[in-house]
Nanobody, 126 residues
Framework: QVQLVESGGGLVQAGDSLRLSCAASGRTFSSYSMGWFRQAPGKEREFVAAITWGGARTYYADSVKGRFTISRDNAKNMVYLQMSSLKPEDTAVYYC???????????????????WGQGTQVTVSS
């Protein structure tokens, strides 16, 4: 059974940095692209970043490009989201997700991911 467990969320001030981690288990981690999504109250879940199975390619939402960095460590079955220059509009629950299909380039679409973590809250105060 696939499990994804996020950690690292918290309350920070605008301009601060935070690193989210996601620990994966239950299938061959290195065969799947991984993504980070977020959901603010009253809004739909939205794409934040994705990384291909080997880490060669990364993709970002325009709203976080240049501020967030996604990375992975296949030896540890971990994926990370380094967030800097945080803004109040980054406040949301952040979810780690695993692609539905092996060796597919990172998708920005929720339906292309079939396993999700429980989420970690990130709150940015102004």
């Amino acid at each position: 059974q696939v499990q994804l467990v996020e950690s690292g969320g918290g309350l920070v001030q605008a301009g601060d940095s935070l690193r989210l981690s996601c620990a994966a288990s239950g299938r061959t981690f290195s065969s799947y692209s991984m993504g980070w999504f977020r959901q603010a109250p009253g809004k739909e879940r939205e794409f934040v970043a994705a990384i291909t199975w080997g880490g060669a390619r990364t993709y970002y939402a325009d709203s976080v490009k240049g501020r967030f960095t996604i990375s992975r460590d296949n030896a540890k079955n971990m994926v990370y989201l380094q967030m800097s220059s945080l803004k109040p509009e980054d406040t949301a629950v952040y979810y780690c997700a695993s692609e539905r299909v092996t060796y597919r380039m990172g998708s920005t679409t929720v339906r292309d991911y079939d396993h999700w973590g429980q989420g970690t809250q990130v709150t940015v105060s102004s």
